[in-house]
């Protein structure tokens, strides 16, 4: 039963309407962003009141329940007491799924002092320019890019598993001033130490999406209602505070600006969009495509992605990719600002030139032998995946 509602929840939830209400409320975010937030932070507390909502009805009853009792002598004050009885322990059993919630951390390469000393050396250091923020572990997995990942850790969203997430992409593909940059814009959002505000607002967008999935992995008809409430809220929520998001994300630039300069910070957003644009397009596509076309390809991704970026990049590349990215109006797909917005934010109008890929981060921070075990592990997985 519950598995039929939840294919017709995802049937029903449109991603065009989170996308609509994301272009409607694009104008009061812009010039009026105090309104913005207020009306961003009112829907972030409705998600707190939606998840107490039976544990407060049931709390409110049954406080009330000794004085009814007492006062009691009519039978229809009797029977609005059972009544009453009745819906506190239907409230209690409804609350249940609440505190029976699993949520599923990332998975990956754990890293530690162990396996990369200098790494953890320069994620501690990190953690001591932005007051220490709580960091729980740090992974290599897949992908590109660098996440915090903020897990409850109980039913009510008051303590989380902080994990720090690294792409292996991030890593055999950036240079390591720019590598730390991400780093540190991560570490300086998760601190919060600029605008925690802001910050809290765009973290629960995470926060009610991993709710939404807890309770739709529950098989107990008794996390339906539940269920059926995020798997709406959830997505509305991420639309009204998609531009909080994007906030958060300029927030973000501005933390790596403690550690970097605006010209390398301008130089960073070029490279990630040439970067991303290259092994989302050219690289993945191609190697995938290859795999499954002959077997067991002579060059594995993860050992030939460095060599592959330094030759295949070619300037028109680079300049006809940049130039794209910065001439886009808007756009509502992605939290991440738009280069121009990002630019402007730290005082530039113009893009940098990215910086050629002479050392990369994994070159700089991780000893040669683990970096070669971890490659071949990566490779590895990736070729089962396309078994």
Known sequence: MTNAVSRLLDRFTLPVNRFSLQRLLEPLATRQPVVYRALVTLVALAGYLLLLLFPLIALVLLRELPQQV??????????????????????IVLSIPLFRNRFTRPRGLAINRQNAPKLTQLVEQL??????????????REGFGIEVNRTPRVGLPLLYHNTLVIGLDTLLTLPPGHFKSLLARRIGQLAGIHNLHIGWLASLRQTWRQYQQAF?????????????????????????????ARQNELEADRYALDIANDEELASLFSQLIVTETFLSTRFWPKVTQLARRGGTPEHLPYASITRVLRRGLTREDIQAWIKEAFEIPSDTRDSTPLLAQRLENIGHHKPASPRPLKETAADHFMDPDVMQKIIDKFDQQWLAKLE
């Open 216 to 244: 739709k992995q529950q098989t107990s008809p008794l996390a339906l209602p539940l269920q059926c409430v995020f798997a709406l809220y959830a997505p509305f929520y991420a639309g009204v505070a998609f531009y909080a």
């Open 70 to 91: 007492r006062a009691a002598g009519l039978w229809q004050e009797w029977l609005a007491i059972g009544i009453n009885l009745l819906i506190a322990l239907l409230a």
């Open 127 to 140: 953690r001591r320019d932005f007051k220490y923020p709580v960091l729980d572990q740090v992974i290599l």
